[in-house]
C-alpha cells in the first residue's frame, strides 16, 4: 500500500482556472505538508498542517488554499492559476515533530502541474 | 546566500567508487535531512540525524554541530544511486514542521 499518494499525478489546464490536488496518507502521522518544486528543482514549504489545524503557511499567494478534512487527508486547492504556478507539488507526512526524535517525512510521488 | 549550501552541485563517478556530497547550513538547527530525488521525481528520506554518524546499508550520514557541516557518503556506488541528494534543516523553534532546502547534488553513477 502506497504510504503517501497524490492525485492527479498530472495536470495540465489554462490560465484562469481552478484545480485542486488532493493528498492522503495512511501511516497515521499527525502532521501532512505541501512543497513546491520549481523549475530549477528547489524545494519550499507552503503549508504545514497538524491535526487538521494550519502550523506553518509560509508567503505563499492566498489563490492557494489548503483543505484538511481529517488527519489523512491534506487537500491543495488552487484558484485563478497563472502561468507561475507550474511546478511539481509534493505533498509530506509526519509524526506530530514535538513527539520525538526521529520525525522523518514521508513525500508522496509528486504532482506535475502545467499551466498553459 | 541560502541558509543551505551543498556541493558539489554536480557529480559524476565510476560505478564503485566512493562518493561524498557535503553540505553548509549557516542557522541554528534542530535536525537535518537527506534526501534523494530518483530521476522519476519521486522523493524519499535517507535520514534525519541531530548528532554523530548514521548508517543504512552503503550509506552514511555524519554531521558536525560545531561546524555546522553534514556529508553524505555512499559506499560502493551504482548506477541505481543516481539521483539528486538533497540536504534540508529544521530550525531550532520547530520541530520538523518547517524545512528548508539545499540546491541538490545531482549524482550520476556510470556503469
Known amino acids: 500500500d502506497t504510504a503517501v499518494s497524490q492525485t492527479p499525478k498530472y495536470l495540465v489546464t489554462q490560465m484562469g482556472n481552478d484545480k485542486s490536488i488532493k493528498c492522503e496518507q495512511n501511516?497515521?502521522?499527525?502532521?501532512m505538508y505541501w512543497y513546491k518544486q520549481d523549475s530549477k528543482k528547489f524545494l519550499k514549504i507552503m503549508f504545514s498542517?497538524?491535526?487538521?489545524?494550519?502550523?506553518i503557511n509560509e508567503t505563499v499567494p492566498n489563490r492557494f488554499s489548503p483543505k484538511s478534512p481529517d488527519k489523512a487527508h491534506l487537500n491543495l486547492h488552487i484558484n485563478s492559476l497563472e502561468l507561475g504556478d507550474s511546478a511539481v507539488y509534493f505533498c509530506?507526512?509526519?509524526?506530530?515533530?514535538?513527539?520525538?526524535?526521529?520525525?522523518?517525512?514521508?513525500f508522496g510521488p509528486g504532482t506535475r502541474l502545467t499551466v498553459l | 546566500k541560502n541558509e543551505v549550501e551543498q556541493s558539489p552541485q554536480n557529480l559524476t563517478a565510476q560505478e564503485g567508487e566512493f562518493i561524498t556530497i557535503n553540505c553548509s547550513y549557516s542557522v541554528g538547527i534542530s535536525a537535518l535531512h537527506w534526501l534523494q530525488q530518483h530521476p522519476g521525481g519521486g522523493i524519499v528520506s535517507l535520514f534525519m540525524?541531530?548528532?554523530g554518524k548514521k548508517k543504512h546499508g552503503r550509506l552514511i550520514a555524519t554531521i558536525n554541530i560545531q561546524e555546522k557541516h553534514s556529508s553524505l557518503h555512499i559506499t560502493a556506488s551504482h548506477p541505481r544511486d543516481s539521483a539528486v541528494y538533497i540536504c534540508a534543516v529544521s530550525p531550532p523553534n520547530f520541530g520538523n514542521e518547517k524545512l528548508t532546502f539545499g540546491t541538490g547534488t545531482r549524482l550520476t553513477i556510470i556503469p
Open positions: 498542517y497538524n491535526n487538521k489545524e494550519l502550523i
Open positions: 509530506a507526512s509526519s509524526q506530530d515533530p514535538s513527539g520525538g526524535n526521529d520525525d522523518t517525512q514521508y
Open positions: 540525524l541531530s548528532s
Open positions: 501511516l497515521g502521522h499527525d502532521t
